[in-house]
């Protein structure tokens, strides 16, 4: 999946980073533009990345708490 050479979670990350960077790159067109439908669609994206860098967030939490200390 991810490189040995990032830290735990940071492929995943930088996933969120990319689609939140598209997010708001759309919405910014879509304003400037004046066209509604990609500045709707720019902050679902957002939105989107939001939640899924919530959730891993909480995942690896779960883990960690599981996991037993060595």
Same mark, same amino acid.
């Given at each position: 999946?991810?490189?040995?050479?990032?830290?735990?979670?940071?492929?995943?990350?930088?996933?969120?980073?990319?689609?939140?960077?598209?997010?708001?790159?759309?919405?910014?067109?879509?304003?400037?533009?004046?066209?509604?439908?990609l500045e709707r669609e720019?902050?679902? %994206?957002? *939105?989107?990345? !939001?939640? $899924?860098?919530? #959730? %891993?967030? *909480?995942?690896? !939490?779960? $883990?960690?708490? #599981?996991?037993?200390?060595?």
């Amino acid at each position: 999946m991810g490189s040995s050479f990032l830290p735990k979670g940071a492929s995943a990350m930088s996933e969120h980073k990319a689609e939140e960077t598209k997010g708001r790159v759309k919405e910014s067109i879509g304003d400037a533009t004046g066209n509604k439908r990609l500045e709707r669609e720019g902050k679902a %994206d957002r *939105a989107s990345a !939001a939640t $899924k860098k919530t #959730v %891993d967030k *909480a995942a690896d !939490a779960v $883990k960690d708490f #599981v996991t037993p200390k060595k």
